[in-house]
């Protein structure tokens, strides 16, 4: 089976928490959606992430029983496990827009769907869904998961897939989505403007891997963005 | 039933303390490896060179970058331009990663993506002549 159908596949049996307004696609696979017909070929990952907006809690676990082919992970119960070979793992993530603890990294404790809310994710604004093979997927506008991959902790694998993410959105991102990644970069704190850049920075110097994209020949491309995002900071 | 959850959490925290300490030393000496980083990305090239050639690269007004003069032993980093590359007889090109053959080399050559994207203070030193 392509990597391509197990997505859709994945999709197609978590739709009923995709279709609560709010829940996004939000990991690695959104560059392969925002691929022409949603190809996929940019970068491999065996797991799909769903933002979870935290005031949509309630709504988003009243749907979990409508769900077919995953179950709960005892381990891990953000995590919905695949029960057959035919879809992939499906982690569930906080994303807290309003609340008071907006920029906070917390445990949304719950019984049945506990979330780990990660503090960038409050940079996600909702895309135009895509409708692919009748299926409707909401996704987020590239900007704002492109900078949320740029900040995210970097340590080891992890990420620096985080990384390759972050380069697979820029390969599908149109001018306007530049232009919304440096709004939405002056808008940050001076702290987490710097890290935006090194976060660039140790991406152009990253060696290829497996299955993902190379940076290689697109470090000209890194190095100009990164310029853009400099001009008018007062340290170079 | 939330362990995981909390130890990850536990985690992204102090790695969130570790990086706020670097963004604070971002200016000092533990920050020149972020200097060094950031110089590279405008590299297209990078080539390592003997001391005859880097010394020549000098003579001609090409001025060794800071960043590579704080790091013990000294470096001496130069952006130049190809036709500047051409002729140093030495040069031998290394990747463009922070590897061993590349921190080993005691003098690089850069050539940059695009020399207008350089801070003022480079481009001057590229447009020099050997």
Redesign the interface.
Known sequence: MSFRTLLLRTLQAVQPVLLEPGVMVAGSEVPNLLEPDARCSLLISRDVDLAVPVERHGAVKARLSEMSGLRRSE????VWLPVGADLMEVNFIGMDTRGDRVGE???L?D?EL???VFPHLSLLRPGTPLNVEGLVIPVPRPAGLLLEKLLT?R?GEKGDRDLLVALALLLVSRPRDLDELEELYRGLPP?QR??AR?G???L????PHVQMPDPTPH??L???L??RLESGEP?? | ??D???D??RR??E??LI??WE?RQ??LSKGVW?RL??V???A?QAWQVDDPDADRLERGGCVPLAVGLELVPPKRVFFATEEQLATLSSRRRVP???GAVLLQAGNLVLIA??SR?L?RSLRKDVSNGV
């Not at chain 1, 381990?75 to 953000?78: F, R, T, V």
């Not at chain 1, 152009?204 to 060696?207: P, R, T």
Request: hydrophobic share 40%; proline share 5%; net charge neutral.
């Open positions: 381990e891990e119960p953000s990294t917390y445990v404790e019984s506990p979330l780990l902790d340590s702290e710097y890290d090194s660039l920075i140790a152009s110097l990253l060696e470090r000209a890194l190095a100009g990164l310029a340290e170079r | 039933m939330t995981a959850l909390h990850r959490v992204m925290r790695r969130a990086r706020s963004y971002r200016n972020h980083r950031r590279l990305v405008d297209a463009l990663r922070l993506h695009d994207l801070p």
